[in-house]
T-cell receptor, first 112, second 115 residues
Framework: EAQVTQNPRYLITVTGKKLTVTCSQNMNHEYMSWYRQDPGLGLRQIYYSMNVEVTDKGDVPEGYKVSRKEKRNFPLILESPSPNQTSLYFC???????????FGDGTRLSIL | QQQVKQSPQSLIVQKGGISIINCAYENTAFDYFPWYQQFPGKGPALLIAIRPDVSEKKEGRFTISFNKSAKQFSLHIMDSQPGDSATYFCAASRHSGAGSYQLTFGKGTKLSVIP
């Protein structure tokens, strides 16, 4: 089954404690992206990757890092999480950047 | 600066009625306009999309109407069903350099279809 898998699905942590949210896709997609979803703000892009070792900032990249060492994986790293990063995060992948995106089921992060 | 404005924020429609969600944009560089549907606890899923060279696209009960001169596009759901109750996002995509496109989402519309 074609899917985008995110882990963990839920996480409660404290300010400053580094965390990583993993994202993996099994569709051999070149393009991957991270979004955060906040009430009343919709989906905002954090980072995206056109291919292995190629990443770029989206609209709200501050406080986040990403890497793309393998085609299937695109982890989101919060080096020093803060409460304003409490949000619902989605990873997405597609064949190309202007193609329909397939989303994971989301990761709900709460940073206290 | 909100590049894609979506309205209404929420919508309640009687079963069998027509649901209409509107979006407007400013940047004429946008060249791909998808709509995504999101159910609670799930990620958004592509519903239907249109490119600016056509004024309308229909897939089953879902239709996108596109007005290039007004820079507006809308989603119409005919014969709305309770199973259509979800949050709908419009989006617009534009070339952002080096073969890359950036997708910008509207803020979403929560649709409730009541029996």
């Amino acid at each position: 089954e074609a899917q985008v898998t995110q882990n963990p699905r839920y996480l409660i942590t404290v300010t400053g404690k580094k965390l990583t949210v993993t994202c993996s896709q099994n569709m051999n997609h070149e393009y991957m992206s991270w979004y955060r979803q906040d009430p009343g703000l919709g989906l905002r892009q954090i980072y995206y990757s056109m291919n292995v070792e190629v990443t770029d900032k989206g609209d709200v990249p501050e406080g986040y890092k990403v890497s793309r060492k393998e085609k299937r994986n695109f982890p989101l790293i919060l080096e020093s999480p803060s409460p304003n990063q409490t949000s619902l995060y989605f990873c997405a992948s597609s064949r190309g950047s202007n193609q329909p995106q397939h989303f994971g089921d989301g990761t709900r992060l709460s940073i206290l | 600066q909100q590049q894609v404005k979506q309205s209404p924020q929420s919508l309640i429609v009687q079963k069998g009625g027509i649901s209409i969600i509107n979006c407007a944009y400013e940047n004429t560089a946008f060249d791909y306009f998808p709509w995504y549907q999101q159910f609670p606890g799930k990620g958004p899923a592509l519903l239907i999309a249109i490119r600016p060279d056509v004024s309308e696209k229909k897939e089953g009960r879902f239709t996108i109407s596109f007005n290039k001169s007004a820079k507006q596009f809308s989603l119409h759901i005919m014969d709305s069903q309770p199973g259509d109750s979800a949050t709908y996002f419009c989006a617009a995509s534009r070339h952002s350099g080096a073969g890359s496109y950036q997708l910008t989402f509207g803020k979403g519309t929560k649709l409730s279809v009541i029996p």
